[in-house]
C-alpha cells in the first residue's frame, strides 16, 4: 500500500506561480512513477505530468509543457509540481498518483495509489 498526500493548493492570480507538493508514505518500489493529474468540476480527470521514480525522466501535457516542472526527493519521499505563468483554466483539483509500473502511463486509470487531492483556483 502507498499513502499520498497533497498540500499547497490555494487562490492565486492568473500569472502567478504555485507549488504543489505530495507526500508519499508505504512500501514504495524503484518501478514506481508519480503522476500528476487534475480534474475541473463537469470534466475527466487529466494528466498534467509523470516523473520517474530516480527523477531523471519527465513528461507533460502539451497543455502545461514549459510552465510546469515535476521533480521529486526520494530522500524526503515528495514529489513536487511546481506551476508557473498560472491561467484560469489551470483551476482544477490537482491529484498526485502511483503507477507500480516502470512506464510513463498517461490516463487515471492505470495509476494504482491516489491522494485526496488539492484544490488550486487561479482567478483572472
Known amino acids: 500500500q502507498v499513502q499520498l498526500v497533497e498540500s499547497g493548493g490555494g487562490l492565486v492570480q492568473a500569472g502567478d506561480s504555485l507549488r504543489l507538493s505530495c507526500a508519499v508514505s508505504g512500501r514504495t518500489f524503484s518501478s514506481d512513477t508519480m503522476g500528476w493529474f487534475r480534474q475541473a468540476p463537469g470534466k475527466e480527470r487529466e494528466f498534467v505530468g509523470v516523473i520517474s521514480w530516480s527523477g531523471g525522466t519527465t513528461d507533460y501535457a502539451d497543455s502545461v509543457k514549459g510552465r510546469f516542472t515535476i521533480s521529486k526527493d526520494n530522500a524526503k519521499n515528495m514529489v513536487y509540481l511546481q506551476m508557473n505563468s498560472l491561467k484560469p483554466e489551470d483551476t482544477a483539483v490537482y491529484y498526485c498518483?502511483?503507477?507500480?509500473?516502470?512506464?510513463?502511463?498517461?490516463?487515471?486509470?492505470?495509476?494504482?495509489?491516489w491522494g485526496q487531492g488539492t484544490q488550486v483556483t487561479v482567478s483572472s
Open positions: 498518483a502511483c503507477d507500480r509500473s516502470y512506464r510513463f502511463h498517461y490516463v487515471a486509470r492505470e495509476y494504482d495509489y
